[in-house]
């Protein structure tokens, strides 16, 4: 089956920075990846998505890249902010299912 | 639109009770619903993966008998732990699958934190 790595597990960056969380995923017939933002005690917010298909997607501060020859897909947030602070998870579609296959979770924080 | 909500948020109950988590899509109909398990400080674990009138399909090394999950209508799934033990304390969260685009998408219930004392 599917499997995801994550790294960094955490990140500090000053204000206004950028940050950059990587991913690694196994199975080259995943199609999806969806980024997830989750607060302390919170649900996961879908920040952005990327599909097989396209190999860049950007939301005004926030953009995802994706290299399938390499099985791997990158979160970049610029001119980053405190709101930011939290932790994102990346995942991957399994093949064949619905189920998304999570990384184990980047730590953000934003320093003022 | 594509709201999930999740009923209790918290809940305490005592080592051998059981305790039911319902998860409602509340603007649209869900084939299929996920129930995932969360410690502190770790990723989001899948237990099982739900469908509508069928049994669940549970993720490797999750127990089947302790953790019932029944998918009734196309709007309500529901996990229940039974005889619950300290070590079952968590977060859980559900998801429910629609439709979107070229594929499907995820949306996620607030959660329910269950402590077990």
């Known amino acids: 089956g599917e499997n995801v790595e994550q790294h960094p597990s955490t990140l500090s960056v000053q204000e206004g920075d950028s940050a950059v969380i990587k991913c690694t995923y196994s199975?080259?017939?995943?199609?999806?990846f969806p980024w997830y933002k989750q607060e302390l005690g919170k649900r996961p917010q879908l920040i952005i998505d990327?599909?097989?298909?396209?190999g860049e997607k950007k939301d005004q501060r926030i953009a995802v890249t994706l290299n399938k020859t390499a099985k791997h897909f990158s979160l970049h947030i610029t001119e980053t902010q405190p709101e930011d602070s939290a932790v994102y998870f990346c995942?991957?579609?399994?093949?064949?299912?619905?189920?998304?296959?999570f990384g184990t979770g980047t730590r953000l924080k934003v320093l003022a | 639109g594509a709201v999930v909500s999740q009923h209790p948020s918290w809940v305490i109950c005592k080592s051998g009770t059981s305790v039911k988590i319902e998860c409602r899509s509340l603007?649209?109909?869900?084939?299929?619903m996920f129930w995932y398990r969360q410690f502190p400080k770790q990723s989001l674990m899948l237990m099982a993966t739900?469908?509508?009138?069928?049994?669940?399909?549970?993720e490797q090394g999750v127990e089947k008998d302790k953790f019932l999950i029944n998918h009734a209508s196309l709007t309500l799934s529901t996990l229940t732990v039974t005889s619950a033990h300290p070590e079952d304390s968590s977060f859980y969260i559900c998801?429910?699958?629609?439709?979107?685009?070229?594929?499907?998408?995820?949306?996620f219930g607030p959660g329910t934190r269950l402590t077990v004392t």
């Open positions: 199975d080259s017939a995943s199609n999806y």
């Open positions: 603007d649209f109909q869900a084939t299929t």
């Open positions: 739900s469908n509508e009138g069928s049994k669940a399909t549970y």
């Open positions: 995942a991957a579609s399994d093949p064949g299912t619905y189920k998304y296959i």
């Open positions: 998801s429910a699958s629609t439709p979107r685009g070229q594929g499907y998408e995820q949306y």
């Open positions: 990327i599909r097989s298909n396209v």
